[in-house]
């Protein structure tokens, strides 16, 4: 936090999820001499596999033990507005949503920093496994691209959540801390350890929060009409009948309902037919070297210079692979690929790296 010029007397609200990487981020910052309460987001509590009740109390065991102020806040309303219409609308419309961002853009990074700032907060800390920087090696001046602070990938290669931020702009960064952006996350679970933290040996959340262990199938059935259609090969021949093309993701080998002597992928969806293409493993449909994006966000806050040498990631904890981008249409971007990748996704994000450093990054509109 230092290199971010954070004054001592700063105050600042920790967004405490109930989990071990937010309870070691308080816990850094007290320790670092901040004035520093603590805040749960209530964001869902439907369902079976809802956890918000234990979270919560974790969260407030977490503010008790460090001796701080605990916060709830009920954004439950903005939650299914923001996150789950999205979430459905996606599905609904063919593509594979990335909840995820869009939670970070309106509500960790949205209303959250706003309430927190209504109430005379300087600064929020998340647990994210990210960094941010002040442009110019630290200087509060903007940097080449013209960015007065920079979001960078986190030191844990594992664990780095930047891929999840490329929607949080120049106004939000200002106002945010990641004290964990230079740990790794064995190094967190000794410190929660070292602090007597009682999430000290809670285990990760896996998967979308608000699905929890249940099939995402399952849970889109709730709202998403049926509609069966045809499974076709790559010539056209029908194979067997899918459950509806909102049930199925590029890529996917489960749960097709076809038997074939070789394993079957989903190469793509004729929405128009309604019709499920696949393919055997390997096939070259599976793989793309050009796509378009959507709606391009941009951490600086301006286009950088295009066409733009970039590394590209395509899913959560996928490598980066070097690309060329470029403008072709209003608030549409072509991504050529130096070698293609497999399962290219629309809806899902495609982040554009500068090294560490994220420059932006879109949604995948299709593959070319």
């Known amino acids: 936090?230092?290199?971010?010029?954070?004054?001592?007397?700063?105050?600042?609200?920790?967004?405490?999820?109930?989990?071990?990487?937010?309870?070691?981020?308080?816990?850094?910052?007290?320790?670092?001499?901040?004035?520093?309460?603590?805040a749960y987001m209530r964001?869902?509590?439907?369902?079976?596999?809802?956890?918000?009740?234990a979270d919560q109390a974790d969260a407030a065991k977490v503010a008790a033990t460090l001796g701080i102020p605990f916060h709830v806040f009920d954004f439950e309303k903005e939650y299914k507005n923001s996150v789950i219409n999205y979430f459905y609308s996606e599905y609904e419309a063919g593509r594979t949503p990335n909840p995820d961002v869009i939670c970070n853009k309106e509500i960790k990074f949205g209303i959250f920093l706003r309430k927190a700032i209504a109430l005379g907060f300087d600064y929020v800390a998340t647990g994210h496994y990210a960094r941010i920087k002040n442009g110019r090696s630290g200087n509060s001046a903007a940097s080449s691209n013209g960015a007065k602070y920079e979001l960078l990938a986190g030191k844990d290669t594992n664990k780095d959540q930047s891929y999840f931020l490329y929607l949080v702009g120049q106004e939000q960064l200002k106002h945010v801390l990641f004290p964990l952006g230079d740990l790794t996350?064995?190094?967190?679970?000794?410190?929660?350890?070292?602090?007597?933290?009682?999430?000290?040996?809670?285990?990760?959340?896996?998967?979308?929060?608000?699905?929890?262990?249940?099939?995402?199938?399952d849970f889109l059935r709730q709202k998403i009409k049926i509609r069966h259609g045809d499974v076709v090969n790559i010539e056209g021949k029908v194979l067997g009948r899918h459950i509806g093309l909102t049930f199925y993701t590029i890529?996917?080998?489960?749960?097709?309902?076809?038997?074939?002597?070789v394993p079957y992928y989903v190469a793509s969806k004729n929405l128009k037919e309604n019709k499920l293409v696949v393919v055997p493993f390997g096939h070259r449909s599976l793989f793309k070297d050009r796509f378009t994006t959507q709606a391009p966000h941009w951490v600086a806050g301006a286009q950088p210079k295009l066409p733009k040498k970039v590394q590209v990631k395509l899913r959560y904890r996928a490598e980066n692979t070097a690309a060329v981008i470029n403008k072709v249409g209003v608030n549409q971007l072509e991504v050529a690929l130096e070698v293609p990748q497999r399962a290219i996704t629309p809806g899902q994000a495609a982040v554009f790296y500068d090294g560490e450093k994220i420059i932006g990054g879109a949604a995948v509109r299709d593959s070319l």
């Open 43 to 53: 964001c869902w509590s439907e369902g079976p596999y809802c956890t918000a009740d």
């Open 251 to 261: 890529g996917q080998r489960e749960g097709l309902g076809i038997s074939a002597p």
């Open 185 to 217: 996350k064995g190094q967190v679970r000794k410190l929660a350890k070292k602090f007597g933290l009682p999430t000290a040996e809670k285990p990760d959340s896996m998967g979308i929060c608000f699905v929890g262990p249940a099939r995402i199938k």
């Open 1 to 38: 936090m230092n290199s971010r010029n954070v004054k001592r007397n700063s105050r600042i609200l920790v967004a405490l999820s109930g989990g071990v990487d937010s309870s070691v981020a308080a816990a850094l910052l007290q320790k670092a001499g901040y004035n520093i309460e603590g």
